[in-house]
């Protein structure tokens, strides 16, 4: 049997309420709650596959590998955290889990939308600020219904995919923008560029991995394309959006909120300007954390190693 560590599993694991039986049954495996960087080499020694949650290896990390090390196993679907070309360099391969926070993920998206759409997060803090207003005189937020508004999906993957069936159960419109087009069969999903998608969404949701291309792809110029009264959501990764520039459109009321699962630096600073606004919604990146969800990665990260112990690697990205 193979020799497998997990250098972070309290990132999947953080309750010690899941299941690993199914991954003790493919490997002899080693579980580290956290490993300092400094670490990471002296726990890799004598292990054929190395298991890790978001931690960064670059490649100089890679280069230094022990020879043993034949898999690297992220356990979550972005996997722009491993020098992907330094691992096939070292002839490593690399296997991610797609798909597993899929509906999770998709379900926090549109819990936004219904949020913002009601001004809910909006009616608390005027509770907890002593103001009963919207109770004894007219309703002072917004409150409109979803259906018939137009939502911008950027992405077309599996999450976009759920996003989109629950904005249709809700009668809405959809635009979408990707590389990649898909056949909806629905008259009230259209293909489009950005630039429509924005101009002419109600509601804008971010699906897409971030890649060089996607780095930044909303800044300045793009949020100045969106309707005063939209709103930006953003369940994928932080770096997709300048945050910056969307700081500046939500204090200007350039737009009309936003609500983020994902920052550009986490753990957030403390000091981020966004904690301050009244029109942004933050949950800290809990879209995979369910733990339906978490259990789900672990069953599919002991299907990767078996898979791949086969000779048969499946997910893999290099």
Not at 40 to 62: H, S
Not at 206 to 235: F, G, Q, W
Request: aromatic share 6%; net charge neutral.
């Amino acid at each position: 049997m193979k020799n497998a560590v997990f250098l972070n599993s309290s990132k999947v694991d953080f309750d010690q309420k899941l299941n690993l039986d199914n991954l003790k049954k493919e490997v002899n495996i080693t579980l580290y709650e956290k490993t300092d960087p400094k670490d990471m080499l002296l726990r890799a020694k004598d292990q054929q596959i190395v298991i890790t949650k978001e931690i960064p290896m670059g490649r100089e990390l890679i280069e230094k590998l022990p020879s043993c090390v034949e898999l690297i196993c992220e356990a979550g679907t972005g996997y722009n955290n491993i020098d992907i070309r330094a691992a096939r360099e070292r002839n490593i391969t690399v296997c991610n889990i797609p798909s597993y926070s899929s509906a999770a993920v998709a379900q926090l998206a549109f819990s936004f939308i219904l949020s913002l759409c009601s001004s809910l997060s909006e009616q608390q803090i005027m509770i907890r600020g002593g103001k009963f207003d919207n109770f004894t005189k007219h309703l002072q937020v917004n409150h409109f219904e979803v259906s018939g508004k137009t939502l911008g999906v950027i992405g077309a993957g599996k999450i976009a995919g759920d996003v989109i069936k629950k904005a249709r159960a809700f009668d809405m419109k959809v635009l979408v923008y990707s590389r990649t087009r898909r056949d909806f069969m629905d008259e009230n999903i259209r293909f489009v560029t950005l630039e429509e998608l924005l101009t002419d969404s109600d509601f804008v949701t971010v699906h897409c991995p971030l890649t060089e291309e996607t780095r930044y792809l909303i800044d300045k110029e793009k949020l100045s394309l969106m309707k005063p009264e939209a709103y930006l959501i953003n369940t994928s990764r932080g770096a997709i959006i300048k945050e910056e520039d969307l700081v500046e459109a939500l204090r200007n009321k350039k737009i009309a909120g936003a609500a983020l699962d994902v920052l550009e630096k986490e753990p957030a600073s403390l000091d981020n300007p966004l904690f301050s606004l009244d029109n942004c919604i933050l949950t800290p990146h809990i879209g995979w954390q369910c733990l339906e969800t978490r259990q789900r990665l672990i069953d599919m990260l002991a299907d990767n190693i078996h898979a791949y112990l086969l000779g048969k690697p499946i997910n893999q990205v290099n």
